[in-house]
């Protein structure tokens, strides 16, 4: 019996309903996302990786969708996923299997330590996909014994990484002690039994998202790749020698730096010559002499928003219309610019439950206003952003630092239909059950719902 969840209406009616629509026309907030600008981000760094030599694991848990999965992965032989949610995997079930029957390998990494709850659903999806299929974390000797529990019930064992914390204090264990009460012992004993496939270390560190620079990205990955490196030296006595362990590491802004490494011309940087240096010590093996090999992570950076573009974490991107693909369509309820408040201001039909409340250190706003139906006169050197935030509704008004504009009347009409960029596409995403879907390199269908997808619910 499948676990409750909440249920969107059929794909086939929201496509009956949304398709063919301009986004302006359909009844809002609603959720949008161009397909176009997501295949972009997702080729580019899916490009980079090869070039580098190097795995990618895809997280799917910004989109949580068949179609994005479909764009991340691409033509890839090897089907690699991250998800944080069981509903994930079950959602993806008939893509997974569609792609075994094409004989691609896949495997879905559950990207949270092992929680007791879930461990038969995940085996239950594990009976369906067989072994190899499906792989755990974990970074506490007291979930050792769920990994028998999986094996099981699912009839295999599940592939294996120990979470260490490289500075971001979020899980994982730090490098010297990754064999906490004795994980690593008890670890390698269970993959020798079969109970368990040691497959290596992962790590995801956000620290990046407060930089500003390519440089700083690139540090920010190359200290998780070293972080990773120290937990296999300082415990090379655990660690077999007749294979090769999985070195895991990223977050969308430094994995999204990569890509400076393949696209500066001539000499590299000193922060991109360093972090070539650190993947190519995955490859030598390092100082341990354990054979390692680097497998790259990352996920909202096939949507971008307005956070990851703050990072700056790779040279050449343009500005927010260009690049995010994610945005929230409202509308003007109300304005307020005849001196009612101390500056103009706005009411838009849309809040903290369509928006998300998630800070970016680049600003004190909300959401940034896309500025293409706006008139570019008025908005040359100024930008609009949500400047507070209600449960369903938000105020705009012009950026704080636009001091000239203090006084300026915006923009806008009641009734307009405006967009809105998210700060963090990952949380707004969670807040609809489904995207409507445009595609910017198709002339006419920018506005133009030409799909709706639908995105996996709960947990």
Request: glycine share 8%; proline share 4%.
């Amino acid at each position: 019996m499948s676990i409750p969840q909440r249920l969107n209406p059929s794909q086939e009616s929201l496509c009956q309903f949304y398709v063919g629509k301009n986004i302006h026309d359909v009844p809002k907030p609603a959720l949008v996302l161009d397909q176009a600008k997501m295949r972009r981000h997702c080729q580019s760094l899916s490009a980079a990786a090869e070039a580098l030599g190097v795995g990618f694991r895809a997280h799917i848990k910004t989109h949580k969708t068949v179609e994005g999965t479909r764009i991340q992965m691409g033509e890839s032989e090897d089907v690699k996923l991250v998800v944080s949610t069981v509903a994930e995997i079950e959602h993806l079930l008939p893509l997974l299997t569609d792609y075994q029957r094409q004989g691609r390998q896949v495997n879905v990494l559950y990207g949270i330590p092992l929680p007791q709850s879930q461990v038969s659903r995940l085996a239950t999806a594990g009976q369906k996909l067989g072994a190899g299929s499906l792989s755990v974390l974990l970074d506490h000797a007291d979930q050792l014994e769920l990994l028998s529990r999986f094996r099981d019930e699912a009839g295999f064992p599940a592939g294996v990484y120990v979470k260490v914390d490289t500075g971001y204090h979020r899980a994982g264990l730090p490098p010297w002690g990754i064999n906490k009460d004795g994980l690593l012992l008890q670890l390698v004993t269970m993959d020798m039994q079969g109970t368990a496939n040691f497959i290596g270390l992962y790590s995801h560190s956000s620290l990046s998202y407060n930089d500003s620079t390519p440089a700083q990205a690139m540090a920010n990955l190359e200290g998780e790749i070293s972080g990773c490196m120290e937990a296999v030296a300082k415990n090379t006595q655990f660690f077999p020698r007749n294979r090769t362990f999985v070195i895991s590491v990223g977050a969308s802004p430094q994995v999204s730096s990569v890509e400076n490494l393949v696209a500066e011309e001539g000499e590299l940087s000193a922060a991109a010559q360093s972090l070539r240096a650190a993947i190519q010590s995955v490859a030598d093996g390092g100082p341990s002499g354990i054979q390692t090999n680097l497998e790259l992570h990352a996920g909202v950076y096939s949507i971008l928003d307005v956070q990851q573009l703050a990072t700056k974490s790779k040279a050449n991107l343009g500005g927010y219309g260009d690049e995010i693909a994610i945005s929230v369509v409202s509308e003007v309820c109300s304005v307020y610019n005849n001196g009612e408040r101390a500056q103009p201001e706005a009411l838009v039909s849309v809040g903290v439950l369509g928006l998300g409340r998630e800070p970016c250190a680049a600003y004190k706003g909300w959401g940034v206003v896309d500025r293409s139906a706006l008139s570019p006169e008025i908005m040359a050197g100024r930008q609009l952003i949500v400047s507070r935030v209600s449960q369903e509704h938000s105020i705009l008004a012009w950026e704080a630092d636009a001091t000239s504009t203090a006084v300026m009347a915006l923009p806008l009409t009641v009734g307009q239909s405006i967009r809105i960029y998210p700060n963090h596409a990952c949380i707004t995403g969670a807040l609809y059950g489904w995207y409507l879907v445009v595609d910017s390199d198709i002339s006419g269908t920018e506005t133009q719902v030409v799909d709706v997808w639908c995105r996996a619910s709960g947990w």
